[in-house]
């Protein structure tokens, strides 16, 4: 069998020769995104606006009737889109619904609209066994959403740190602001399109930067051995050889990811359609970031053939001169 080539050996893409027009548009999208967060805000689940979640197993039945529960739970009054989804056996249910602005922080509406809903689960299914009935209020989550901003900051940070440490600390600045790019063009699309941000988003933001992390350091890895390598090539002409040599490598990477991606966004559970579009989103933008956000910004922060060699100190250099070394300033 013949190896599966789709990107040709020795590409020579100019990715760098439209750098300016691309950091243009990227910085206007994320204008755009955070725009969009301050002004049109974010649709919070019940892990972020408080709500109830209550768990049932259907004992009669070998699996739960989903779109039934959807059906005439979401009909019931002072209750919008419910979130069901299956919880551990096929016949168990977790059902969470998000309490409406004018009685969040309201106990005893909150009561009243789960007794509501559990009413009508045992009036339409005599033998629903209700496994647990909880409250999200909201003081829990407004520490959850507190906590998923300190989650989300850390893991930057710590990034960022560990590139400066393995790099140099233009490296660092650099995959910190393609991270940035990437967290915010996310942020943004589920504020334009009002989709439920809850916790499952969170962990989708964190596998966002893992990936897009991930096709940095290749790429920065790649730059590094050829600063060694070319020492007298010019930054732009190597920042394109270094993307160039691992292009092979990121689009195999992405297309199998896709592979995966793809038919679960068509036809997987309306639960989890949230989660698999920040994720396919964030291949797309992680990609782009990665060779046109991290690699450019290394021309503007100075980087350069002598970033990775050694400084020598005017005694080491004297001494060298002195033991019959070459002096490169001569």
């Given at each position: 069998?013949?190896?599966?080539?789709?990107?040709?050996?020795?590409?020579?893409?100019?990715?760098?020769?439209?750098?300016?027009?691309?950091?243009?548009?990227?910085?206007?999208?994320?204008?755009?995104?955070?725009?969009?967060?301050?002004?049109?805000?974010?649709?919070?689940?019940?892990?972020?606006?408080?709500?109830?979640?209550?768990?049932?197993?259907?004992?009669?039945?070998?699996?739960?009737?989903?779109?039934?529960?959807?059906?005439?739970?979401?009909?019931?009054?002072?209750?919008?889109?419910?979130?069901?989804?299956?919880?551990?056996?096929?016949?168990?249910?977790?059902?969470?619904?998000?309490?409406?602005?004018?009685?969040?922080g309201d106990k005893?509406?909150?009561?009243?609209?789960?007794?509501?809903?559990?009413?009508?689960?045992?009036?339409?299914?005599?033998?629903?066994?209700?496994?647990?009935?909880?409250?999200?209020?909201?003081?829990?989550?407004?520490?959850?959403?507190?906590?998923?901003?300190?989650?989300?900051?850390?893991?930057?940070?710590?990034?960022?740190?560990?590139?400066?440490?393995?790099?140099?600390?233009?490296?660092?600045?650099?995959?910190?602001?393609?991270?940035?790019?990437?967290?915010?063009?996310?942020?943004?699309?589920?504020?334009?399109?009002?989709?439920?941000?809850?916790?499952?988003?969170?962990?989708?933001?964190?596998?966002?930067?893992?990936?897009?992390?991930?096709?940095?350091?290749?790429?920065?890895?790649?730059?590094?051995?050829?600063?060694?390598?070319?020492?007298?090539?010019p930054l732009p002409?190597?920042?394109?050889?270094?993307?160039?040599?691992?292009?092979?490598?990121?689009?195999?990477?992405s297309l199998t990811?896709?592979?995966?991606?793809?038919?679960?966004?068509?036809?997987?559970?309306?639960?989890?359609?949230?989660?698999?579009?920040?994720?396919?989103?964030?291949?797309?933008?992680?990609?782009?970031?990665?060779?046109?956000?991290?690699?450019?910004?290394?021309?503007?922060?100075?980087?350069?053939?002598?970033?990775?060699?050694?400084?020598?100190?005017?005694?080491?250099?004297?001494?060298?001169?002195?033991?019959?070394?070459?002096?490169?300033?001569?």
């Amino acid at each position: 069998m013949r190896l599966l080539k789709l990107v040709p050996d020795n590409t020579n893409i100019k990715f760098l020769k439209f750098r300016v027009p691309f950091y243009v548009v990227s910085l206007l999208l994320i204008a755009a995104s955070w725009g969009l967060v301050l002004t049109k805000g974010l649709n919070y689940g019940v892990d972020f606006a408080g709500g109830q979640e209550i768990l049932a197993t259907f004992e009669d039945r070998p699996d739960a009737p989903i779109p039934e529960l959807r059906q005439s739970i979401g009909a019931l009054p002072e209750i919008g889109e419910p979130v069901i989804q299956r919880f551990g056996a096929e016949n168990q249910v977790s059902i969470r619904v998000k309490l409406p602005e004018s009685v969040q922080g309201d106990k005893e509406a909150a009561d009243r609209i789960k007794s509501m809903i559990v009413g009508s689960l045992q009036s339409d299914y005599p033998s629903i066994r209700i496994d647990g009935a909880d409250s999200v209020s909201g003081k829990v989550s407004g520490e959850f959403r507190e906590k998923a901003v300190y989650a989300l900051l850390a893991a930057m940070i710590a990034i960022a740190l560990y590139i400066w440490i393995r790099f140099e600390w233009q490296f660092g600045v650099g995959a910190l602001f393609a991270l940035f790019h990437d967290v915010s063009l996310t942020l943004g699309m589920f504020s334009l399109f009002q989709m439920e941000f809850g916790l499952q988003i969170i962990a989708a933001i964190l596998a966002i930067i893992g990936y897009s992390l991930n096709d940095t350091i290749v790429v920065y890895d790649r730059i590094r051995e050829n600063l060694k390598k070319y020492r007298r090539m010019p930054l732009p002409e190597l920042l394109d050889l270094s993307v160039n040599e691992t292009l092979a490598r990121t689009v195999m990477t992405s297309l199998t990811l896709l592979v995966a991606l793809v038919p679960l966004l068509a036809f997987g559970p309306a639960s989890l359609f949230g989660l698999t579009a920040a994720i396919t989103l964030g291949i797309f933008v992680g990609t782009y970031s990665s060779v046109y956000m991290a690699a450019p910004i290394l021309i503007w922060l100075g980087v350069n053939s002598n970033s990775f060699v050694p400084q020598e100190t005017v005694a080491e250099r004297q001494d060298r001169i002195a033991r019959g070394g070459e002096d490169p300033a001569a």
